[in-house]
């Protein structure tokens, strides 16, 4: 590879902080950020996650470490942020990923579940860009925030899917990021989104399951469905100098669904 394209994907010297950051999406993404040669910070709620994550990236000659907490306590941001500072001394890049679903007719969904994933999905994503930004990015002078959104906060869902709070909860981070990208170009901070179609993961199981895989990904254009290495490029793009003049955009990863009309 040319050395200047190759300075455009490199990351030498980054940190990078991860939510949810210890299987799935979460960690294709912190994977590839350190390939590129971040250091890496994963959180996520689950420690024994975490440790065999960090066990993981440290076989690809990843320096990395982790600290436990759910992003859905108000308290955790700043305590991961402090934890973060401590070991690397700085973050570059911040990966707003954890996030939760919950399947129920609109008409039966509680309050509680709603908050829930109202929480996490939203209110995390400002409680950790708001901390990473005072104590690192802003006196530092720039940052990349990469907020993981989805294509269900483009638009509508197959009938089969009733998500009404995580579809508004994705709705909301796509808005943040412009909002957020607005107010702190000024600092130098870029904020995108990614909006994944649907890969196969924990939390998408269950609808995979009941939807049928080969059904859903019939659905897509490309005719599949999103594999282990197909938020690499995208990720990288955001969190590296090449995407030093992109801001406030959101880019669906999704094999097509989103350009279907009527999808």
Same mark, same amino acid.
């Given at each position: 590879?040319?050395?200047?394209?190759?300075?455009? +994907?490199?990351? /030498?010297?980054?940190? !990078?902080?991860?939510?949810? &950051?210890?299987? =799935?999406?979460?960690?294709?993404? *912190?994977? $590839?950020?350190?390939?590129?040669?971040?250091?890496?910070?994963?959180?996520?709620?689950?420690?024994?996650?975490?440790?065999?994550?960090?066990?993981?990236?440290?076989?690809?000659?990843?320096?990395?470490?982790?600290?436990?907490?759910?992003?859905?306590?108000?308290?955790?941001?700043?305590?991961?942020?402090?934890?973060?500072?401590?070991?690397?001394?700085?973050?570059?890049?911040?990966?707003?990923?954890?996030?939760?679903?919950?399947?129920?007719?609109?008409?039966?969904?509680?309050?509680?579940?709603?908050?829930?994933?109202?929480?996490?999905?939203?209110?995390?994503?400002?409680? +950790?860009?708001? /901390?990473?930004?005072? !104590?690192?990015?802003?006196? &530092?002078?720039? =940052?990349?925030?990469?907020?993981? *959104?989805? $294509?269900?906060?483009?638009?509508?869902?197959?009938?089969?899917?009733?998500?009404?709070?995580?579809?508004?909860?994705?709705?909301?981070?796509?808005?943040?990021?412009?909002?957020?990208?607005?107010?702190?170009?000024?600092?130098?901070?870029?904020?995108?989104?990614?909006?994944?179609?649907?890969?196969?993961?924990?939390?998408?199981?269950?609808?995979?399951?009941?939807?049928?895989?080969?059904?859903?990904?019939?659905?897509?254009?490309?005719?599949?469905?999103?594999?282990?290495?197909?938020?690499?490029?995208?990720?990288?793009?955001?969190?590296?100098?090449?995407?030093?003049?992109?801001?406030?955009?959101?880019?669906?990863?999704?094999?097509?669904?989103?350009?279907?009309? =009527?999808?």
């Amino acid at each position: 590879m040319n050395d200047s394209i190759h300075q455009l +994907f490199n990351l /030498a010297g980054k940190v !990078a902080l991860v939510t949810g &950051g210890s299987r =799935g999406l979460g960690l294709q993404i *912190a994977t $590839v950020l350190g390939d590129a040669g971040a250091r890496i910070m994963l959180t996520s709620r689950k420690a024994g996650d975490l440790v065999e994550a960090a066990a993981e990236l440290r076989g690809r000659g990843i320096e990395v470490d982790h600290v436990a907490a759910d992003a859905i306590d108000a308290d955790s941001a700043p305590r991961v942020v402090e934890a973060t500072m401590q070991r690397f001394g700085c973050i570059d890049i911040l990966v707003n990923n954890a996030g939760a679903t919950w399947g129920a007719p609109a008409e039966d969904h509680t309050v509680e579940a709603w908050d829930k994933v109202m929480d996490l999905n939203v209110r995390s994503l400002f409680t +950790f860009s708001q /901390a990473v930004a005072r !104590a690192s990015m802003i006196p &530092g002078g720039g =940052g990349r925030i990469i907020n993981v *959104a989805s $294509v269900a906060g483009l638009g509508g869902n197959p009938v089969a899917m009733k998500t009404i709070a995580y579809n508004s909860s994705k709705a909301a981070a796509i808005n943040f990021t412009r909002a957020l990208a607005a107010e702190w170009g000024r600092y130098g901070i870029n904020v995108n989104a990614l909006a994944p179609g649907f890969f196969p993961t924990r939390m998408t199981k269950g609808l995979l399951q009941e939807m049928g895989a080969e059904n859903v990904a019939g659905h897509a254009p490309l005719g599949r469905l999103g594999g282990e290495e197909d938020l690499k490029g995208a990720t990288l793009l955001f969190a590296s100098p090449a995407g030093q003049h992109i801001t406030g955009q959101v880019l669906a990863v999704d094999g097509g669904v989103s350009c279907v009309v =009527g999808g």
